[in-house]
């Protein structure tokens, strides 16, 4: 059983930044993709940026490109999001996910194990 904490959250000003963590505990395969979605108020979630846990390869949405960094840490099954020149349309809730085949893609119907997500907020 694998469960994803998210930690990193917080209040910022309009071009600041924060760096969102994902601890994952339980028995992650090597070639699980993990990703990052946002849900907006009052509006649908959206995946952000994913990445391949063994080639690094990654993905991001085109609403956060340029501005958003997906890294990891394997030796510490963790993964980060380091997010840049906020914008008030990035305040949200922030879950890091995990699936055996995402397919690199967003389709949240690929991604098994979920977070409990951690509050963003840009003024």
């Known amino acids: 059983h694998v469960q994803l904490v998210e930690s990193g959250g917080g209040s910022v000003q309009a071009g600041g930044s924060l760096r969102l963590s994902c601890l994952a505990s339980?028995?992650?395969?090597?070639?699980?993709?993990m990703g990052w979605f946002r849900q907006a108020p009052g509006k649908e979630r959206e995946g952000l940026a994913l990445?391949?846990?063994?080639?690094?390869?990654?993905l991001y949405a085109d609403s956060v490109k340029g501005r958003v960094r997906i890294s990891q840490d394997s030796a510490k099954n963790t993964i980060f999001l380091q997010m840049n020149n906020l914008r008030p349309e990035d305040t949200g809730k922030y879950y890091c996910?995990?699936?055996?085949?995402?397919?690199?893609?967003?389709?949240?119907?690929?991604?098994?194990?979920w977070g409990q997500g951690t509050q963003v907020t840009v003024s």
């Open positions: 996910a995990a699936a055996t085949n995402c397919g690199f893609s967003f389709r949240e119907d690929r991604y098994t194990y």
């Open positions: 339980g028995s992650l395969p090597s070639n699980y993709c």
């Open positions: 990445i391949y846990r063994n080639m690094g390869n990654h």
